[in-house]
Protein backbone atom coordinates (compact mmCIF):
# COMPACT_ATOMS: atom_id res chain seq x y z
CA UNK A 1 0.00 0.00 0.00
CA UNK A 2 1.31 3.20 -0.76
CA UNK A 3 2.26 5.84 1.50
CA UNK A 4 4.32 8.50 2.78
CA UNK A 5 7.89 7.66 3.75
CA UNK A 6 9.47 10.82 4.03
CA UNK A 7 10.17 13.36 7.27
CA UNK A 8 7.15 14.08 8.26
CA UNK A 9 8.77 17.23 10.34
CA UNK A 10 8.59 18.08 7.29
CA UNK A 11 5.22 17.85 6.45
CA UNK A 12 4.33 20.47 9.65
CA UNK A 13 6.76 23.05 8.36
CA UNK A 14 5.33 22.94 5.00
CA UNK A 15 1.68 23.93 6.70
CA UNK A 16 2.90 26.66 8.67
CA UNK A 17 2.08 24.89 12.16
CA UNK A 18 2.28 22.10 14.17
CA UNK A 19 0.15 18.91 12.93
CA UNK A 20 1.25 16.76 15.99
CA UNK A 21 2.73 14.19 13.58
CA UNK A 22 5.92 12.90 16.14
CA UNK A 23 4.38 12.54 19.46
CA UNK A 24 5.89 13.87 22.42
CA UNK A 25 8.67 15.35 20.10
CA UNK A 26 6.10 18.07 18.77
CA UNK A 27 5.56 19.39 22.94
CA UNK A 28 9.57 19.88 23.01
CA UNK A 29 12.13 22.58 21.77
CA UNK A 30 13.60 19.99 19.49
CA UNK A 31 9.97 20.05 17.29
CA UNK A 32 11.50 21.75 13.72
CA UNK A 33 8.54 24.13 13.32
CA UNK A 34 9.91 26.28 16.40
CA UNK A 35 13.49 25.90 15.21
CA UNK A 36 12.58 26.92 11.50
CA UNK A 37 8.78 28.34 11.22
CA UNK A 38 9.25 28.36 7.47
CA UNK A 39 8.41 26.45 4.74
CA UNK A 40 11.18 23.72 3.81
CA UNK A 41 13.25 24.33 0.69
CA UNK A 42 15.35 26.11 -1.70
CA UNK A 43 12.35 28.55 -1.72
CA UNK A 44 11.27 28.13 1.44
CA UNK A 45 11.51 31.49 3.12
CA UNK A 46 10.47 33.70 0.10
CA UNK A 47 7.30 35.54 -0.04
CA UNK A 48 4.39 33.23 -1.92
CA UNK A 49 1.29 35.09 -3.32
CA UNK A 50 -1.42 33.24 -1.48
CA UNK A 51 -4.68 33.44 -3.92
CA UNK A 52 -7.98 31.24 -3.20
CA UNK A 53 -6.86 28.33 -5.01
CA UNK A 54 -3.58 28.00 -2.69
CA UNK A 55 -5.63 28.52 0.50
CA UNK A 56 -7.81 26.17 -0.58
CA UNK A 57 -4.95 23.53 -1.42
CA UNK A 58 -3.52 23.92 1.98
CA UNK A 59 -6.58 23.23 3.74
CA UNK A 60 -6.82 19.77 2.24
CA UNK A 61 -3.40 19.23 2.27
CA UNK A 62 -3.78 20.29 6.14
CA UNK A 63 -6.41 17.42 6.82
CA UNK A 64 -4.97 14.46 4.37
CA UNK A 65 -1.45 14.99 6.55
CA UNK A 66 -3.04 14.91 9.84
CA UNK A 67 -4.89 11.57 9.13
CA UNK A 68 -2.25 9.98 7.24
CA UNK A 69 -4.00 9.87 3.97
CA UNK A 70 -3.35 9.86 0.42
CA UNK A 71 -5.07 11.65 -2.25
CA UNK A 72 -7.12 9.21 -3.96
CA UNK A 73 -8.61 7.71 -0.37
CA UNK A 74 -9.45 11.03 0.56
CA UNK A 75 -11.05 11.77 -2.55
CA UNK A 76 -13.63 8.97 -2.10
CA UNK A 77 -13.96 10.40 1.72
CA UNK A 78 -15.30 13.11 0.15
CA UNK A 79 -17.70 11.42 -2.21
CA UNK A 80 -18.91 9.92 0.22
CA UNK A 81 -19.27 12.72 2.57
CA UNK A 82 -21.02 14.24 -0.39
CA UNK A 83 -24.10 11.31 -0.50
CA UNK A 84 -24.72 12.03 3.15
CA UNK A 85 -27.16 13.80 4.87
CA UNK A 86 -26.08 17.28 6.67
CA UNK A 87 -23.29 19.40 6.02
CA UNK A 88 -20.76 17.73 3.47
CA UNK A 89 -17.68 19.89 4.99
CA UNK A 90 -18.71 18.68 8.68
CA UNK A 91 -19.61 15.17 7.17
CA UNK A 92 -15.98 14.37 5.92
CA UNK A 93 -14.33 15.36 9.03
CA UNK A 94 -16.50 12.79 11.23
CA UNK A 95 -15.20 9.83 8.70
CA UNK A 96 -11.90 10.58 8.93
CA UNK A 97 -12.20 11.07 12.77
CA UNK A 98 -13.87 7.54 12.86
CA UNK A 99 -10.90 5.71 11.43
CA UNK A 100 -10.32 3.47 13.50
CA UNK A 101 -6.20 4.64 14.05
CA UNK A 102 -7.61 7.95 14.81
CA UNK A 103 -9.84 6.52 17.92
CA UNK A 104 -6.75 4.95 19.33
CA UNK A 105 -4.83 7.39 19.46
CA UNK A 106 -7.43 9.87 20.79
CA UNK A 107 -8.37 7.30 23.55
CA UNK A 108 -4.49 7.65 23.91
CA UNK A 109 -3.29 4.46 23.07
CA UNK A 110 -0.88 5.80 20.74
CA UNK A 111 1.57 8.86 20.99
CA UNK A 112 0.65 9.67 16.82
CA UNK A 113 -1.18 8.71 14.88
CA UNK A 114 1.49 6.85 12.77
CA UNK A 115 2.45 4.95 15.70
CA UNK A 116 -1.89 3.83 16.14
CA UNK A 117 -1.95 2.31 12.34
CA UNK A 118 1.09 0.52 13.43
CA UNK A 119 -1.00 -1.02 16.44
CA UNK A 120 -4.03 -1.68 14.02
CA UNK A 121 -1.81 -3.23 11.83
CA UNK A 122 0.20 -5.47 14.53
CA UNK A 123 -3.20 -6.91 15.44
CA UNK A 124 -3.04 -5.52 18.68
CA UNK A 125 -6.41 -3.85 18.69
CA UNK A 126 -10.18 -5.60 18.58
CA UNK A 127 -13.89 -4.05 17.57
CA UNK A 128 -16.41 -5.35 19.51
CA UNK A 129 -14.17 -8.78 20.45
CA UNK A 130 -12.91 -9.37 17.08
CA UNK A 131 -9.10 -8.78 15.76
CA UNK A 132 -9.42 -5.66 13.36
CA UNK A 133 -5.72 -4.93 11.40
CA UNK A 134 -7.41 -2.06 9.25
CA UNK A 135 -6.06 1.09 10.30
CA UNK A 136 -8.83 2.64 7.82
CA UNK A 137 -11.65 0.72 9.52
CA UNK A 138 -14.68 3.21 10.57
CA UNK A 139 -16.10 2.53 14.22
CA UNK A 140 -19.68 3.36 14.97
CA UNK A 141 -21.38 4.31 18.01
CA UNK A 142 -21.63 1.58 20.11
CA UNK A 143 -18.25 -0.41 19.47
CA UNK A 144 -15.50 -1.51 22.11
CA UNK A 145 -12.55 -1.05 21.51
CA UNK A 146 -9.71 -3.32 23.37
CA UNK A 147 -6.43 -4.59 22.50
CA UNK A 148 -4.42 -7.96 22.39
CA UNK A 149 -1.17 -9.38 22.29
CA UNK A 150 1.98 -7.84 23.20
CA UNK A 151 0.94 -3.89 24.54
CA UNK A 152 3.71 -2.97 26.33
CA UNK A 153 3.82 -0.02 24.06
CA UNK A 154 0.18 1.01 24.41
CA UNK A 155 0.13 0.57 27.80
CA UNK A 156 3.48 3.08 28.15
CA UNK A 157 1.02 5.25 26.18
CA UNK A 158 -1.41 5.20 28.00
CA UNK A 159 0.24 5.91 31.24
CA UNK A 160 1.67 8.77 29.73
CA UNK A 161 -2.11 9.86 28.07
CA UNK A 162 -3.73 13.16 28.58
CA UNK A 163 -6.45 11.43 29.88
CA UNK A 164 -8.62 15.19 29.78
CA UNK A 165 -8.08 15.33 26.04
CA UNK A 166 -10.16 12.27 25.39
CA UNK A 167 -13.07 13.64 23.66
CA UNK A 168 -16.65 13.31 24.80
CA UNK A 169 -17.53 10.88 22.45
CA UNK A 170 -15.37 8.58 23.61
CA UNK A 171 -15.17 6.53 26.54
CA UNK A 172 -11.68 5.17 27.97
CA UNK A 173 -11.24 2.53 30.92
CA UNK A 174 -7.43 2.94 31.52
CA UNK A 175 -7.30 0.00 34.17
CA UNK A 176 -8.42 -2.34 31.45
CA UNK A 177 -7.18 -1.06 28.22
CA UNK A 178 -11.00 -0.50 26.91
CA UNK A 179 -12.85 1.96 24.82
CA UNK A 180 -16.49 2.28 24.20
CA UNK A 181 -17.48 4.55 21.05
CA UNK A 182 -20.65 7.01 22.67
CA UNK A 183 -22.20 8.38 19.63
CA UNK A 184 -20.43 9.92 16.08
CA UNK A 185 -18.58 13.39 16.95
CA UNK A 186 -20.21 16.83 16.18
CA UNK A 187 -17.70 19.57 14.48
CA UNK A 188 -17.79 21.18 18.04
CA UNK A 189 -15.87 17.60 19.86
CA UNK A 190 -13.41 17.73 16.31
CA UNK A 191 -10.42 19.98 17.30
CA UNK A 192 -8.52 19.92 14.30
CA UNK A 193 -7.51 23.24 12.76
CA UNK A 194 -8.89 22.54 9.47
CA UNK A 195 -11.39 25.03 7.51
CA UNK A 196 -13.83 21.89 6.00
CA UNK A 197 -15.82 24.62 3.67
CA UNK A 198 -12.41 25.54 1.91
CA UNK A 199 -11.80 21.66 1.28
CA UNK A 200 -15.61 21.70 0.02
CA UNK A 201 -14.88 24.84 -2.16
CA UNK A 202 -11.99 23.37 -3.73
CA UNK A 203 -13.76 19.71 -4.58
CA UNK A 204 -16.73 21.76 -5.87
CA UNK A 205 -14.99 23.62 -8.68
Known sequence: MARYTGPVCKLC????QKLF??????????????RRPYPPGEHGRSRRKESEYYMQLREKQ?????????????????ELATKAKGITGERLLQILESRLDNVVYRIGFAQS??????????????????????????????DIITTLGDIGRIKEAAESANKAAVPPWLEVDYSSLTAKVLDIPSREDIDIPVQEKMIVELYSK
Open 62 to 78: KAKRIYGVLEKQFRNYY
Open 113 to 142: RAEARQEVRHGHIAVNGKRVDIPSFRVKSG
Open 21 to 34: LKGDKCLTDKCPVE
Open 13 to 16: RREA
